[in-house]
């Protein structure tokens, strides 16, 4: 199976504001309403695997954006929100045995890993195959960092590289 | 005056490891020894300013890498060593005072500011114009930031963005 993260980040590697602001997200001019190459790569995937506190920023969203199933990992929540049945699902464990069931139980090939702290402690065990990061251009000084402390550092192949909305720089790499 | 930056930084935004290391940034294949356009940036600016620290990372190097006047930004140096006379030259006061020195009685029109700490003054004073930075394939999970910390998000404006050796991102921003 092919783990993939998918993100966004500030110039100086913020995922987020200190009080995970998103609105720096919002600030770039998109006249058309370009979705910056998501409906492609949500087409290459066969499920997410998101955190519970990205899980319920998603909920605050007001409408449910993915067409294939959501795993939710997460050991404290007890449920679902009834109109997310048959979309979104429970799991728990550590992220080698969630990724284990996803593979092994569930047939995902190719999986959308989301979240800031599933995706460090991928790539922290080295479960992290893929990573498209698109780098908007501003620095926002301090909040959540997209990669946080690791203790090795981890190299990476670029794969391609564009600019979107003549703002954006979108990169894709691959995990050495 | 234009105040420019030109650095690089590994894709979570460190210039350099927790002690100083710098030995990622020599990991990418290089086999023609390319510049990655230093000379054709350098030919732009008129000199340098940096701050004492960078200038003790330079000196190390055992060669003297710039053919521009360098100003080195210190109140505690007491002078500059006698090979590089003519070449380097100390500075002092705050950041403010040393470019207003620069831009009218040195001349200087177009200026490249180097050093991590410099580079954060400038930008949270707004006294920063223009910054290219080259982004490297590696995570390095803990380190010396690029940024530091700011109070106040900053807004960029990208000028273009290009791969070099297949691998870094060099991208070019105005500051708003």
């Known amino acids: 199976m092919k783990v993939i993260a998918y993100m966004a980040q500030s110039l100086d590697g913020y995922i987020a504001g200190p009080n995970g602001e ?29 955190g519970r506190n990205t899980f319920e920023k998603v909920l605050s969203f007001g409408f449910w954006p993915y ?19 048959g979309k979104a699902f429970l799991i728990s464990g550590t ?30 065990q080295d479960l992290l195959n893929e990573m498209t990061v698109t780098t908007l251009p501003v620095i926002l000084g301090q909040g959540i960092s997209l990669f946080g402390h690791l203790e090795a550092k981890k190299k990476l192949q670029l794969k391609g590289s564009e600019v979107l909305l003549d703002q954006l720089v979108k990169t894709k790499y691959l995990l050495c």
């Open 22 to 50: 998103l609105d720096w997200l919002e600030e770039i001019e998109n006249p058309e309403g370009s979705d910056l190459g998501f409906a492609e790569f949500m087409a290459g995937v066969d499920a997410l695997l998101m």
């Open 67 to 85: 067409d294939k199933p959501v795993y939710v990992a997460s050991n404290s929540l007890k449920g679902i929100p009834a109109d997310l049945e």
């Open 95 to 124: 992220l080698a045995e969630m990724l284990a069931v996803l593979a092994d139980e569930k047939g995902v090939q190719s999986l959308y890993l989301d979240g800031g702290k599933l995706i460090q402690s991928a790539l922290s």
